[in-house]
């Protein structure tokens, strides 16, 4: 706060301050007296640090305004919004700290992204969840354990991307279901499916949260990636990706996403290679390993 803000000034904002989160104490749980109440706090906070004028007030509901009215069932902007603002990995990394420390060998988490779809279709190990898709086909294989390396037999492994183009199947007007799907591990844990090589591509720029990144100067480039989303009785559902080494955006991806743990070889394989299952690819491909440990819930 700036030497210029008289003593009486300061006096009459703490009063508000005080005021507003006094209004709170008839909250229906503690838990939420205790959300509103510190939010109170720092949303005053961050208004008397910067002094914010009556005109960037203006501007920032109206810029959540346009947040509200482009989201759809198909399109979140408010998780883009807090993608890019690094929220959405801060949440994971302090809900993750006990997993951490008490497993520390369980598969990093990472975010959700805008583009999770309920009931995609089911494929057999071994499937192809590409449905069409563009892409260069991708072999990806592993197991599920817990963090005592037993196998996970009949996880439920949810599994979505982007086509080449950069772009899900729910940003296609025409309502296909593509590059997604969901398998079961088998009794020693292990699953496989065929997919397609994640490329990098931008976030959905066209909103508000486009212009914020413009604005700010940063990318709206997301590093290669392929989600999954893993779920077993007894064990802690774990969202997730996996990067493509060598991508040029690891170190600058715009929702902070990238871990080293995460990070794997995606090994091409020359046209005409079989694949493990003994399909036949026109052209090049690759493959990939992914092992997944799960840790107690």
Known sequence: ???????EQVAREEALVREVVASFGGASSDRLRELLT?????????????????????????FLTRCGAITDD????FILLSDVLGVSMQTIAINNAAQSQDHADATEATVL???????????PLGGDIAGGAAGRPCWVEGTVTDTGGNPVAGAR?????????????????????????????DADGRYAFWGVT???????????VGDLLRAAGRSPMRASHLHFMVTAPGLHTLVTHIFVRGC????????????????KDF??????????????????????RFDIVLAAS
């Not at 109170?40 to 501007?59: D, I, P, S, Y």
């Not at 025409?174 to 591990?185: C, E, I, K, N, T």
């Open 1 to 7: 706060m700036g030497s210029a803000v008289s003593p």
């Open 38 to 62: 510190s939010l109170t706090r720092h949303l005053h906070g961050f208004v008397r640090e910067t002094r914010l004028t009556g005109a960037e007030w203006e501007a920032a509901i109206g």
């Open 74 to 77: 198909k399109r979140q902007e």
């Open 113 to 123: 992204g805008p583009f999770f779809v309920a009931d995609s279709p089911e494929v």
């Open 157 to 185: 492994i949810e599994v979505w991307e982007a086509d080449e183009d950069g772009f899900y199947d729910v940003q296609y007007a025409d309502d296909r279901v593509a590059a997604r799907g969901h398998l079961f591990s």
């Open 198 to 208: 994640p490329t990098p591509y931008p976030i959905p720029d066209d909103g508000p």
């Open 248 to 263: 040029e955006h690891l170190a600058t991806d715009s929702v902070f996403g990238v871990k080293e743990s995460l990070i």
């Open 267 to 288: 090994v091409g394989q020359p046209a005409g290679t079989p694949g493990p299952d003994g399909r036949v690819v026109d052209g090049p491909w690759t493959r990939t």
